[in-house]
Every structure is written in C-alpha cells, then in structure tokens.
C-alpha cells in the first residue's frame, strides 16, 4: 500500500501541479523514515488488511507528519519498533497510542487499519492546514486516491474520528455497501485532559464491538 500511494502522491508528480500558486506546502519529512514505515506495515498488517478502517483527517507535522504512520508520533513508534529512537510527542498520538496499548498492539492492528482521507499532511504559513480546506480540484485528487485506497483494503466498516471526516466518508461512499455510520471524536480533542476520561471510553466501548477474536 506504502508504494502505491507514495507513486500517486510523488512519483506522479500531481499533487505538486494542484498545489502550484497556493503557498500551500506537503508534509513529505516522512519520507526519511520510510523504512521503518516499510517495516511496521510488515510487522502489523502483513499485506492482510482489516476489514475495519479509522479513518482521521490528514497527517498533522508533529505526529504522523513526521512518522508517516497515522495517529503514531515517534515516542509511540520506538516503543512498537525496536530500532527507532527518537522521542517526538504530539498530543493527538499520545491519546491514540494508549488506546492502542490498552488493545494491545498486534490484536488492535490485526482488528483495524488505521488511514487518513489524505494520505499526506499539509501546512500553509507554518500551520497546519486540513483536506477540506483545500482547493476543490486538490480536495477530487485526495478523494480519488482515498477511494483508490479503500478499494485495496475493502474495508466492511470505515469509522470517522471526527464530524468532518464522516461527511466527507458519508458522501464518496453513499452507495456502497460499506458501514459508514460509526463515528468517534478526533484524538486531538480528546486528549485535552477534561475530554479525556470520557472519549477514552467512548474509543473503548466502540472498538470492542469491531476487536478481531
């Protein structure tokens, strides 16, 4: 999968044609890491894909910006690799690898794949900037390839983590016979400490229902 989406969204140099004339820049710091995410697809999915998606926003650039795994920062990644050091931390990933860890690693990664509608993250004046803000012809190309994606995974189950992103899903799939009606609240908002408790709960309560035996 790291392939083939990595040749749509470099290789064929598309996105870099929508982008011109925006000041809008990609998130690509990942691509240093691009072994360890070669690796940490072969370790937990092994080309066997869950036919449950969490599907987020896009790659923010403190988190899976840099690590080019989703809701994964790099404090959370050493701890899943035994050859990555750094300790990068990003407030969203750190709420979502605790409900990873509570799952256990390998039972939550056999039992969902984890993605973002765009597969890349993006920054305008230094921030981050989310898909649906973008320009409309950018935002068709990230539909397509995100379609192209889930046609590979043939999930039976795509949960939002967020109200956008269940629009957004609720639309490109309206007529499939994909279970698009499970949403959970974005980890960015639920790790602020007075949403913590509740939405770590919520995470739980939901993602036991889809836990691969």
Request: hydrophobic share 35%.
């Amino acid at each position: 999968m790291y392939k083939e989406l990595k040749k749509k969204y470099f290789e064929s140099n598309e996105i870099e044609i929508l982008l011109q004339n925006t000041n809008i820049s990609v998130l690509d710091n990942f691509l240093e890491n691009e072994e360890n995410i070669k690796l940490f697809n072969k370790t937990f999915y092994r080309n066997n894909y869950p036919k449950t998606v969490l599907c987020g926003i896009n790659p923010g650039k403190n988190g899976a910006g840099k690590t080019g795994v989703p809701f994964i920062d790099f404090i959370s990644l050493s701890k899943m690799l035994k050859d990555v050091n750094r300790k990068d931390t990003e407030r969203s990933a750190q709420f979502f690898y605790e409900i990873v860890e509570e799952i256990g690693i390998e039972r939550f990664y056999n039992s969902f794949y984890v993605t973002n509608i765009s597969w890349v993250g993006y920054v305008k004046e230094n921030k981050n900037l989310n898909y649906y803000d973008l320009p409309i012809n950018v935002k068709a190309f990230i539909y397509d390839t995100f379609k192209y994606e889930m046609k590979i995974v043939s999930p039976t189950t795509i949960i939002s983590l967020s109200g956008k992103v269940k629009e957004t899903i609720s639309k490109l799939f309206d007529n499939s016979n994909i279970d698009v009606t499970q949403q959970l609240a974005h980890p960015n908002y639920c790790a602020f400490p007075k949403n913590y408790d509740k939405y770590k709960s919520e995470y739980m309560d939901l993602l036991s229902r889809y836990l691969v035996k």
